[in-house]
């Protein structure tokens, strides 16, 4: 697994005046002076459409103009007029303003109660703490926090400082230094000065420890300033504005590499930059619109590799660092083959899909250029392969070391680690890392060093608080606990987990979901209040991790739930790719199980639609619009985070950031293949009339280049004009002004922002008080 910082490739995007009828007030309110009383009057402009196919006003419809439609097909955009590219139209940011004005009046009730959850997360939080250190080189990483401090400080102290398996004595207090002769590299507060927002990117040292690079957003919209330090002073000596997050490190500290975006906000570019002058050298322009770009270093510091992927191909190309000379290609793109790529000792190690697999298989060969008819199999011990891109054991990827391989991939719905025991090129021992819980996230954490004897990795479960835990890698056996995160005021007895499958409406697909819940508030006799939450898209896992901020719910006799639907990738590629996954022309599978694991819920008495919530964020917002429109009566509250709800408009539309590489995902509405397929499912344009919605909580960010502001907008619009607003709950929409996708920068934020959507579903479930 190469130390590939840039993007994930696999892994993620109207009312008419005389007919408005404002939603029935669930509660009586206060007169307020300042706060509107009902719900915003969209306007609604019913000769707006955006055309799907042959729309000679774009430039780029898709690759083929022999599969648009054709003539182009009118599809109802009533809303359209909330799009403001730049965010500058007065119309559109009154409307929004009016918008969070209405949420606020209508939640004014429940201010008591985000303030008791706020303090109780915090009560679950070590506010001032640190994370495991990282060795590098002669130096050892870590960030801090501090009580009252909105962002971390990022530190190293000398590895001497920590001799070999001595644990770390810190008394916790704020003054006192984790490592002896730690220094602040970089303080994250200081850069959030005089702004809403601020959030890193890279923060990395150069070879020989003296430099750091760092890069910062301060709009949320994903756009980064680069800034080189010297450690030693402070002084700034090299920027560059308006790049990728992702900046690295050449083999001395006289070069750095970095991405520029075209106007869709897609990495485009690769850049070598020398900080003692001279213009910078382009080495790679990625033109197709349906590629993405990253960068990243080997594991062992010799190769820069710049992928160019879209959600179906890539390719590799690659700079040796240590023998200089231009970027050569590992493999040239094949349709449809995926891989990755590292390096140990003169090979490749390679993870790939070629030959038409679903999952992905290793490969090896030796180091160099159109080397894809050389690629052999990794095999164990015993001869037989480790990884052959089989359902039963998908591979995630390889970080090779100097005498061992860490594999990380899945096994039974859960992530899992190998460890490679290796002589030469060959595997001597093989053996998977072992835990004792039945569900859990594991992955690794902090590994740069390539001559190691031990690998540092991350565990945690739904009740078990984070650990970072340091892996003999000639004995897997042998482990240390490096740290475990303290979550005050927690006791992991009170609480249990349980996993389970639910059977799909196909009657073959076993959906796995998993529970947790505070045991003394379970009532496994009666319906109990439930919140389900889903993604389902782009392969991604939705692992059982822990997090402190659900306590308040479990608390209140709250049972989470996650839904681990197809589309993503639990259970491998084939959970998510075509046939029997949830892409393209299967997508409705991930609606389908979001449905079907809701219905069983209630079926079986856990749970009853009454006192039963839902929640997803981008595309996990997609699941919520679809789902709900499929079976609005199940749910008595759903949270739209950030979602990706007007499939339709956004995904015929080039200019909009990351619409292109997208159509590899849901397809082209452009095309007669996808064009009804996707209108059929998009959220916005498929309300049911009249129908009886749960209460909605719809968020997003004004600066979000993901899922732009305009699709909440227009989904509340919707659902006011279109479902029956006195059967139906209110339907709430809150833009954060100054965040794009990733909601809050600042940590107490970002906690107020939790307790604010925590508030709204105790409230719409009745428990409130």
Not at 195 to 213: F, I, K, N
Not at 296 to 324: H, I, M, P, R, W
Not at 391 to 403: F, I, Q
Request: glycine letters at 8%.
């Amino acid at each position: 697994m190469s130390k590939m910082l840039g993007a994930t490739l696999f892994c993620t995007s109207m009312v008419a005046l005389t007919s408005y009828r404002p939603p029935r007030p669930l509660f009586a309110r206060a007169a307020s002076s300042f706060l509107p009383a009902r719900a915003p009057s969209a306007r609604r402009d019913a000769a707006g459409v955006v055309l799907l196919g042959n729309d000679p006003s774009r430039s780029n419809n898709g690759p083929d103009a022999s599969l648009l439609v054709d003539p182009p097909l009118a599809v109802p955009d009533p809303y359209g007029w909330m799009r403001s590219d730049d965010r500058s139209s007065r119309e559109v940011l009154a409307h929004l303003e009016a918008e969070n004005g209405y949420s606020a009046r209508m939640t004014e009730h429940l201010a008591p109660l985000r303030e008791k959850l706020y303090g109780e997360m915090l009560s679950f939080v070590q506010e001032t703490d640190y994370t495991s250190p990282a060795k590098r080189g002669e130096w050892l990483y870590y960030s801090r926090t501090f009580e009252g401090k909105s962002y971390k400080v990022h530190y190293r102290a000398p590895l001497s400082s920590l001799p070999a398996d001595t644990a770390i004595s810190w008394s916790g207090d704020a003054s006192a230094s984790v490592l002896p002769g730690e220094t602040v590299l970089l303080d994250v507060n200081a850069l959030a000065e005089g702004h809403d927002y601020c959030s890193t990117g890279s923060v990395t040292t150069s070879p020989s420890g003296e430099l750091l690079a760092y890069t910062v957003d301060n709009t949320g919209g994903e756009t980064y300033n680069l800034k080189v330090v010297r450690i030693c002073d402070g002084e700034v000596v090299d920027e560059i504005e308006e790049i990728d997050s992702t900046v690295v490190w050449g083999a001395d500290d006289k070069t750095l590499f970095y991405l520029k975006m075209d106007d869709a906000h897609r990495p485009h570019q690769v850049y070598r930059h020398k900080l003692d002058g001279g213009e910078d050298e382009m080495l790679f322009e990625e033109k197709d619109e349906l590629f993405w770009m990253g960068i990243g270093k080997s594991q062992d510091d010799e190769f820069l590799f710049v992928e160019s992927g879209s959600k179906e191909t890539t390719e590799v190309n690659y700079v040796d660092l240590t023998a200089g000379g231009g970027l050569q290609c590992v493999a040239k793109r094949e349709p449809k083959r995926l891989y990755e790529v590292e390096h140990r000792e003169g090979q490749w190690y390679i993870s790939t899909n070629a030959g038409g697999l679903l999952n992905m298989k290793l490969v090896t060969c030796a180091a160099g250029p159109d080397c894809a008819a050389s690629w052999k199999p990794v095999a164990g011990p015993k001869g037989d392969v480790l990884f052959d891109g089989g359902a039963s054991r998908p591979l995630d990827g390889v970080m090779p070391l100097k005498s061992h391989l860490v594999v990380f991939g899945r096994e039974g719905g859960i992530p899992r680690v190998w460890v490679a025991g290796l002589k030469g090129q060959k595997v001597q021992s093989f053996e998977r890392i072992e835990f004792d819980e039945d569900a859990y996230d594991v992955g690794g954490a902090g590994n740069y060093e390539y001559d190691a004897d031990s690998v540092m990795v991350s565990y945690d479960s739904l009740t078990t608080p984070l650990k970072s835990l340091k892996i003999d890698l000639n004995d897997p056996k042998k482990r240390q606990t490096i740290k475990t995160r303290n979550v005050p005021n927690y006791d992991a007895s009170k609480y249990a987990c349980e996993r389970r499958t639910v059977l799909s409406r196909d009657g073959k697909t076993e959906i796995p979901i998993s529970l947790v819940y505070n045991k003394a508030q379970r009532t496994p006799d009666k319906p109990q209040h439930l919140h389900l939450y889903g993604y389902g898209s782009y392969g991604a896992c939705m692992e059982c991790y822990f997090s402190s901020s659900r306590l308040p719910l479990l608390d209140r006799g709250i049972v989470y739930v996650i839904a681990h639907v197809r589309g993503g990738g639990e259970l491998g590629r084939q959970w998510y790719e075509e046939p029997n996954g949830a892409k393209y022309l299967c997508k409705k599978n991930t609606f389908n199980d979001f449905v079907d694991v809701a219905q069983h819920l209630q079926d079986t008495g856990v749970t009853a639609a009454d006192i039963m919530s839902t929640e997803g964020r981008s595309a996990g917002g997609l699941l919520m619009g679809a789902s709900i429109n499929q079976k609005p009566e199940l749910f008595k509250a759903a949270i739209y985070g950030v979602p990706f709800v007007d499939v339709t408009c956004t995904m015929v539309d080039h200019t909009i950031p990351l619409t292109v590489v997208e159509w590899e995902e849901w397809g082209n509405p452009n095309e007669k293949k996808y064009a009804e397929y996707i209108n059929s499912y998009s959220p916005v344009n498929n309300v049911k009339p009249g129908g009886k919605y749960p209460s909605t909580l719809l968020t997003g960010g004004l600066h979000d280049p993901r899922v732009a502001y305009w699709e909440p907008a227009k989904m509340a619009a919707e659902l006011r004009h279109t479902a029956d607003s006195e059967q139906s709950g209110p339907v709430l929409l809150k833009l954060d002004m100054a965040a794009g996708h990733f909601s809050a920068s600042d940590r107490y934020k970002y906690y107020r922002e939790l307790a604010f959507d925590w508030a709204f579903v105790l409230d719409e479930l009745g428990l409130a008080k």
